[in-house]
């Protein structure tokens, strides 16, 4: 054993084979010799593995692992570890002297073999051959029970199937004893199978990776029998060690990197569901697309659209293998978790084992590329964004890429979002231009290129905004032309059609509000002294937007003392929002954590400066917090909104044998404050009322996001009952799979007609109510009724749509597409010039919070086409790092764990990244003032506001100098 004492060296050998290390190594038993790591460290990678399976769970050990700063011996510690946990392959890497290339090839192709033949392995006599692996030592003990326990719980053939899964884990060398084995337990087909003497070549060697044939040719290298079985078979294959390689594979261009994640066991194990059984309705809408053409299918919330997508593709399928054609499915939707859900409920089902179905989102990390899945794989769930980027590249002329000509049919889930600037729209512009200049090829007699099939998926297409009807029929026909639909269809549910009772809860204006009488004295005190008298009464939006305003116009003008004032005052305009719709204790408990914070950002050593301003209003809130916690103790002056929630929640769950219900709420604090007031209140609990929530998962709010996989864990509580209560964001409205609902609550939050329709489809099983509960300054009812007329007239305009003669409505399909793709050329041609004109300019930023000079826009680079970074020497003296306690890590090339913050004054700037073993500083332009030729840019909150081309970060040449520079300190 040798190995080095380098904790860089260390570092760096970790990450470049974490790839093979994820498939290598076991977490829990791993764990299990790690006794110094963090208890709550432990804990939850546990859970990670039990709630995402393995590979994630060793993601998160490798960087609890590589977390810095190390304890001495850590490597050791590490390396121990793997060794003594049975994964001496996985500790063979840690070494000096890792395993041979040629080695490592040739036991890749001995993994693939068995992967490929695993449909004839999992027939073995399992017990026999376990245990002369275990004599063998190509299993370890654990492995050995492990087996037995799966044999004798769930039979032969799973048992068969965790063997496979150990042995390709042992050390290279592993597959002739394996065919030793095979041979002593008699299974001479098997053993012939597998490579005994026909796979053999005449040094006795197995064939290198470098000579794997491919494609048809490896079909036909293959003896008969095998080809028999891997055509037939293959399809039920699991993948034992699939797609590891000694290089990590990046995403440059990807916002989302894709991963085929885990496949759950029960999904993957479980028989195949029965036929696919349409409804009447079903049948009627989907009959159109059975004939090859491009429709809409708008069907509302728990209709089964997703299962007529289904059935669809499978009998695309069916008819192209008929007609000896490959086909090529890819279904698109616009949220991670709905990812998952269609493989695991819908598309995996049915169409396993007679089709290979594999999922990608940007939830974890990559397998093997996107290509390669959609080469493999005859269906692909994916984000929407991750096929965008491989069109993209493949426009670009990059190997890695897809295009359109490569699939067949492609599902667009919730396809209402085919709109100008939407990741939909930019796929399907391809698609249109495609067409387009298909039409001229053929007159020309040249050869067209292939284009997909389109199937959109909607409950709902809204009416974009119109007010009058042949505005709403010309936004429901954009849709149409954007997906280039033959017709829309709808169906009549009939007897399916489930009606909620709709109820609307006023309420009444507190006849006192001192909580809220305090918090406006604070605001006045602040616009005193910062000279502002605004026309807006304090709590409402329009405040709030003057606010904004008012903010980005000071920073602008170098203007601390009003910039300083209107943040605070945003804040606790927010607080009265919050009173207005939660307790009064969560609205001062928002306010506390707000002050903590920048007094904790202020009063740090690190941190230079505090002026006087920041000084009044810290003690400002100091004085009056007092008051502020005595009253919010006082239930007499709570909101009425609440009351009228809490006796809606009573009635309904009292008054039912087996209540089920979702409330929506704006924001996400709200969410967690509504669950958290639910689980606190013992008459909600004495009426068996089981309360959890669900929130996005995006990073932007300041309230911790939920991870896909907790949203699933909540979601499948609900599902089984653990859970009847579910306080969600919007995040819940549209797409995901929701068990049928008795009661819907809306709370103070109405959006627009497409969400209405969304949530009050949630409400699916009998004599189910849908209720809204207004919220002072919300304007929630006017908007309901505004968003049920706009209801009514997207039904007319839809009815008027379907009656258009069909040479009529491909007219003006037709002018709409054609506007569309002039628009698009219109807007690429300014972004260019606009992009151009930016460039030869110069781009300085200044902290927003203390006016100092930071940076030009020369010393920022883009890492993945996506982070803006600064990792010149001279930005790194101008900032301290502070933990970041809200962002998760995300276990992608980068991890996000803490703040960047202005040395003189604490302003936040961005973040810190921790990009392949490399800390980048990544700026976010919100948190600066920018001046371009000398003039200061008033609004620029987002990237994309500042039309600057930026290089892309190069990786090679910045570790080159970090290496070159470690090797001149240790000469010293």
């Not at 379907?802 to 491909?810: G, P």
């Not at 995300?890 to 810190?912: A, D, F, H, P």
């Amino acid at each position: 054993m040798d190995l080095n004492n380098d904790d860089d060296v260390n570092e760096r050998l970790i990450e470049v084979y974490r790839p093979r290390l994820r498939y290598l190594i076991v977490v829990d038993r791993v764990l299990d010799h790690l006794p110094d790591m963090d208890t709550d460290q432990r804990d939850q990678i546990r859970q990670k593995a039990r709630t995402d399976g393995d590979l994630a769970a060793t993601d998160l050990l490798i960087s609890a692992v590589l977390k810095k700063p190390h304890a001495d011996g850590w490597f050791r510690a590490f390396f121990d570890a793997l060794s003594n946990s049975g994964c001496e392959s996985a500790a063979d890497y840690m070494q000096v002297s890792p395993p041979d290339p040629e080695l490592e090839a040739e036991n890749d192709y001995c993994v693939k073999l068995i992967n490929l033949l695993s449909p004839s392995l999992v027939d073995m006599k399992t017990d026999d051959v376990c245990f002369h692996c275990f004599s063998k030592e190509l299993i370890s003990q654990d492995d050995s029970e492990l087996i037995k326990t799966k044999t004798t719980n769930e039979g032969n053939r799973s048992g068969a199937r965790e063997l496979l899964r150990c042995i390709v884990r042992a050390r290279p060398g592993w597959f002739s004893t394996f065919l030793d084995i095979l041979r002593q337990t008699e299974h001479q087909f098997l053993y012939e199978l597998t490579g005994g003497s026909p796979m053999k070549g005449s040094d006795d060697k197995l064939l290198s990776l470098k000579d794997e044939p491919t494609g048809s040719e490896a079909a036909a290298d293959l003896p008969q029998y095998v080809v028999v079985s891997s055509t037939q078979e293959a399809m039920e294959e699991e993948d034992l060690y699939a797609g590891a390689s000694t290089e990590s594979k990046q995403l440059p261009d990807s916002s989302e990197e894709p991963s085929p994640q885990p496949e759950p066991v029960a999904a993957a194990g479980g028989p195949k569901k029965a036929d696919i059984v349409l409804r009447d309705y079903q049948m009627d809408v989907a009959r159109p697309a059975l004939e090859g053409k491009n429709i809409i299918i708008c069907l509302p919330t728990g209709s089964g659209k997703t299962r007529v997508a289904v059935y669809i593709t499978k009998k695309h399928l069916d008819h192209r293998r008929a007609e000896e054609r490959s086909g090529k499915v890819v279904i698109l939707v616009n949220k991670i978790p709905l990812v998952e859900q269609h493989y695991t409920e819908e598309f995996l089902p049915f169409l396993k084992p007679t089709y290979k179905v594999e999922r990608v989102s940007g939830d974890c990390k990559l397998k093997i590329s996107f290509p390669e899945i959609v080469k493999k794989y005859d269906v692909i769930i994916c984000t929407a964004q991750i096929l965008e980027n491989y069109l993209e590249r493949a426009d670009k002329g990059e190997d890695e890429g897809v295009n359109l000509s490569d699939l067949t049919l492609i599902v667009i889930d919730e396809c209402h979002h085919t709109q100008k600037g939407g990741v939909y729209n930019h796929i399907m512009m391809r698609y249109l231009k495609q067409k387009h200049k298909n039409k001229r090829l053929e007159k020309l007699q040249k050869e067209p290129m292939p284009l997909p099939q389109i199937l959109g998926l909607t409950a709902s297409p809204g009416v974009g905004g119109a007010s009058k009807m042949e505005k709403a029929e010309d936004h429901i026909l954009r849709i149409c032309a954007n997906l280039d639909a033959y017709k829309l269809m709808t169906g009549d549910l009939g007897k399916f059609k489930r009606e909620p009772r709709k109820i609307t809860l006023s309420v009444e204006d507190r006849k006192e509000d001192p909580f809220g009488d305090v918090i406006k004295n604070i605001m006045n005190a602040i616009q005193t002294h910062a000279e502002l008298s605004p026309s807006y009464d304090l709590g409402s939006q329009t405040y709030e937007q003057w606010v904004v305003q008012k903010e980005r116009t000071a920073a602008t003008e170098g203007n601390q003392k009003v910039r300083v004032c209107t943040e605070h005052l945003r804040q606790y305009n927010e607080g009265l929002n919050l009173s207005n719709t939660i307790r009064m204790r969560d609205a001062l408990s928002f306010l506390n954590k707000y002050h903590e914070e920048e007094i904790k950002r202020k009063t740090t050593p690190d941190v230079e400066q505090i002026t006087d301003t920041e000084r009044f209003l810290f003690n400002l809130f100091k004085e009056k917090r007092e008051e502020l916690q005595r009253l919010a103790e006082k239930p007499e002056y709570e909101n009425d909104s609440l009351s009228k929630l809490r006796g809606k929640i009573l009635q309904e769950f009292s008054s039912r044998d087996e209540a089920r219900g979702i409330i929506f709420t704006k924001t996400r604090r709200s969410a967690i404050a509504l669950s958290q007031w639910i689980q606190e209140n013992s008459k909600f609990a004495d009426i068996g009322v089981k309360a959890s929530h669900v929130i996005g998962g995006g990073d932007q709010s300041v309230v911790k996001p939920m991870t896909s996989a907790e949203q699933r864990d909540v979601l499948t509580k609900f599902r089984d009952g653990e859970i009847n209560l579910l306080i969600a964001t919007t995040v819940a409205e549209e797409g995901l799979d929701i068990p049928a609902c008795n009661v819907v609550i809306r709370y103070g939050l109405v959006t627009n007609e497409i969400a209405m329709v969304q949530a009050q489809g949630r409400g699916r099983a009998e004599d189910s109510s849908y209720t809204l509960v207004e919220v002072k300054d919300s304007g929630v009812a006017e908007k309901e009724s505004v968003n049920e007329y706009l209801i009514k007239m997207m039904n007319k305009a839809i009815v008027k749509i379907r009656a258009l003669d069909q040479a009529i409505y491909e007219k003006r399909i037709l002018e709409f597409q054609m506007q569309a793709i002039l628009e698009e050329k219109v807007r690429n041609t300014k972004k260019k010039q606009k992009v151009m004109q930016l460039e030869k300019g110069e781009v300085k930023f200044s902290c927003r919070g203390c006016n100092k000079p930071v940076c030009t826009g020369d010393d920022i680079q883009m890492i993945e086409n996506m982070h803006r970074v600064n990792i010149t020497p001279e930005f790194r003296t101008l900032f301290i790092q502070t933990e970041n306690t809200t962002l998760q890590e995300r276990l992608l090339e980068y991890e996000t764990n803490y703040y960047i913050v202005c040395k003189v004054c604490g302003q936040r700037w961005g973040s810190m990244m921790l990009y392949r073993g490399i800390d980048c500083p990544s700026l976010h332009v919100k948190y600066f003032v920018v001046t371009y030729d000398g003039k200061k840019i008033s609004k620029c909150t987002q990237w994309k506001d500042l039309a600057i081309g930026f290089p892309a970060f190069d990786y090679a040449e910045y570790a080159s100098q970090m290496a070159a520079s470690s090797d001149e300190e240790d000469t010293e």
